[in-house]
């Protein structure tokens, strides 16, 4: 029943933008905190972006700061990520996940493949 699906990755030029969508069912959106994370072969899976249920508190990996933005539409029950200035270590799949709390389990959407290549 509870549905994240993640969207709009691909190919980019280094320096170049992408902007990544999650769609949320099944679910209350706008009392979750949500997250973007990435995963690049061979690396372990790291967080890039968080956002409170409110959209009133963000936060993200050093590695993405002044570059990337998360923000949420929560009547639309969306959470987005603007990239800019992307570099070819941005490479992996994107994730965004909900973050859950005492006796409720973080729950992953599908992942979005983003290749930053020249």
């Known amino acids: 029943q509870v549905q994240l699906v993640g969207s709009g990755g691909g190919l980019v030029q280094p320096g170049g933008s992408l902007r990544l969508s999650c769609a949320a069912s099944?679910?209350?959106?706008?009392?979750?905190?949500m997250s973007w994370y990435r995963q690049a072969p061979g690396k372990e899976r790291e967080l890039v972006a968080g956002?409170?249920?409110?959209?009133?508190?963000?936060n993200y990996a050093d590695s993405v700061k002044g570059r990337f933005t998360i923000y949420r539409e929560n009547a639309k029950k969306t959470v987005a990520l603007q990239m800019n200035s992307l570099k070819p270590e941005d490479t992996a799949v994107y994730y965004c996940?909900?973050?859950?709390?005492?006796?409720?389990?973080?729950?992953w959407g599908q992942g979005t493949q983003v290749t930053v290549s020249s």
């Open positions: 956002i409170t249920s409110r959209g009133g508190s963000t």
């Open positions: 996940k909900r973050v859950g709390v005492l006796g409720v389990a973080d729950y």
């Open positions: 099944g679910f209350t959106f706008s009392i979750y905190a």
